[in-house]
């Protein structure tokens, strides 16, 4: 189901395959099967490492223990500058090593932060706001000015909708949304003027959109 490229297809199409209604939104009952099916909508967290256990993992690598190897041997046979600058390599690959380590754990848990803990949801008929971890695929969700998107939505309803997607593309002008629009399946991200994302900002506007994806399969999670 997440696979689809939801933006490519009209949104009736899209609420039929989700087996959503366009105002009732999905029945309570459903909603709890699809939460037992597709888990929680979580940005799984890792465990955490301390920085010197990431320093330590780089000289897991293949490449690092050659080198260390060939460094030794340099010192049995004597060339004991070759051993040095050997090592010197050593130290330069497992520091970049931990830079970019150390970096990519720190993204993730700044990732973390761009979810939201609470949602407004139409089941059953009745808006609801409820814990946006229990957001199911086929949940319609209602985002206005100042709302951090819960999940992946493909919007069918859209007023001056302004979202700042510039977690996902650096851009830092709001993206002005467009419900009625059709777009190629292979568009990027920047171009899905019909969706909007887990973790993006609500500038200004209001829009409803139908949930496409949750947790680790929206495009938040798969940066993660």
Not at 1 to 11: E, F, T, Y
Not at 27 to 37: D, M, P, Q
Not at 49 to 62: E, G, H, P
Not at 154 to 162: P, V
């Amino acid at each position: 189901m997440n696979n689809d490229a939801w933006w490519s297809i009209p949104v009736d199409k899209v609420l039929s395959k989700l087996e959503t209604h366009p105002f009732k939104g999905l029945k309570s009952n459903i909603a709890e099967e699809r939460l037992k099916k597709y888990g929680l909508n979580v940005i799984r967290e890792v465990k955490k490492r301390s920085a010197f256990a990431i320093f330590l993992d780089q000289f897991k690598s293949f490449l690092i223990l050659i080198l260390i190897v060939a460094s030794s041997l340099s010192i049995i046979l004597g060339e004991v500058k070759d051993a040095l600058v050997i090592l010197a390599i050593v130290l330069l690959m497992s520091l970049l090593g931990f830079i970019q380590e150390y970096r990519a754990e720190k993204t993730i848990e700044a990732l973390r932060k761009l979810t939201t803990p609470k949602a407004k949801v139409i089941r059953d008929g009745i808006l609801k706001v409820i814990d946006a971890s229990h957001i199911v695929p086929g949940d319609l969700v209602i985002v206005e000015e100042g709302d951090r998107v819960p999940a992946d939505i493909r919007l069918i309803e859209s007023l001056e909708l302004h979202v700042d997607e510039s977690s996902f593309t650096g851009e830092s002008i709001p993206v002005l949304k467009n419900a009625s629009v059709i777009i190629p399946p292979k568009a990027p991200i920047y171009e899905r003027k019909n969706m909007a994302f887990m973790g993006t900002y609500v500038v200004r506007g209001k829009g409803k959109g139908v949930v496409v994806a949750t947790g680790m399969n929206t495009e938040l999670g798969k940066i993660a």
